[in-house]
Antibody, heavy 121, light 110 residues
Framework: QVHLQESGPGLVKPSQTLSLTCTVS??????????WSWIRQPAGKGLEWIGR???????VYNPSLKSRVSISVDRSKNTFSLNVRSVTAADSAVYYC?????????????WGQGTRVTVSS | QSVLTQPPSASGTPGQRVTISCSGS????????VYWYQQLPGTAPKLLIY???QRPSGVPDRFSGSKSGTSASLAISGLRSEDEADYYC???????????FGGGTTLTVL
């Protein structure tokens, strides 16, 4: 059973960089059948797709965030990470890491529990 | 403002059948697979439907999905109190070159 766990600071100052890591356990991040993605959800609002990465490090980003976001994979640690630069209060949200599986036509079949990030001075 | 339009709320009584709609365009629903996610209060979303109308293992057959043209629907039959949740449709948008979510529908079981 694959498990995803987000980690990172819960508080980030405006204009700084938000950095989160998702640890994959119970399976290999190096499996080519999967993509790995980040989703966020501001308090009381809906879901927003941030982007995805595959095991080779190839990325696709939400165009509205592309200039500030980067996602990377570390196969040696079985983790993938998210960086959001120049954050503002609008970046405050619960951030989820997810797995997309080609068996489910890249539906997000595994989700982390989510980690809340607040942008505030 | 999402490119996918869902009603903000829906409701039904136990045992009823409820349908939630998701309206899009030719650049998203019209040409790509639709997914549905269920988010119970205080929890992470869960994949409910993939490839328009397929259920992952473990999802009860009370849940069904359909797609026609540029719209999709999620139907829940035999409504139960534990179905109270937010439901989101999602699809790849060719114009935006990204995955998009609907605004979500909050289902209340009366």
């Amino acid at each position: 059973q694959v498990h995803l766990q987000e980690s990172g600071p819960g508080l980030v100052k405006p204009s700084q960089t938000l950095s989160l890591t998702c640890t994959v356990s119970g399976g290999s991040i190096n499996n080519g059948s999967f993509y790995w993605s980040w989703i966020r959800q501001p308090a009381g609002k809906g879901l927003e797709w941030i982007g995805r990465v595959n095991n080779r490090g190839t990325t696709v980003y939400n165009p509205s965030l592309k200039s500030r976001v980067s996602i990377s994979v570390d196969r040696s640690k079985n983790t993938f990470s998210l960086n959001v630069r120049s954050v503002t209060a609008a970046d405050s949200a619960v951030y989820y890491c997810t797995r997309l599986w080609d068996f489910y036509y890249y539906g997000m079949d595994v989700w982390g529990q989510g980690t809340r990030v607040t942008v505030s001075s | 403002q999402s490119v996918l339009t869902q009603p903000p709320s829906a409701s039904g009584t136990p045992g009823q059948r409820v349908t939630i709609s998701c309206s899009g365009s030719s650049s998203n629903i019209g040409g790509n697979y639709v997914y549905w996610y269920q988010q119970l209060p205080g929890t992470a979303p869960k994949l409910l439907i993939y490839k328009n109308d397929q259920r992952p293992s473990g999802v009860p057959d009370r849940f069904s999905g359909s797609k026609s043209g540029t719209s999709a629907s999620l139907a829940i039959s035999g409504l139960r109190s534990e179905d109270e949740a937010d439901y989101y449709c999602a699809v790849w948008d060719d114009s935006l070159s990204g995955r998009v979510f609907g605004g979500g529908t909050t289902l209340t079981v009366l």
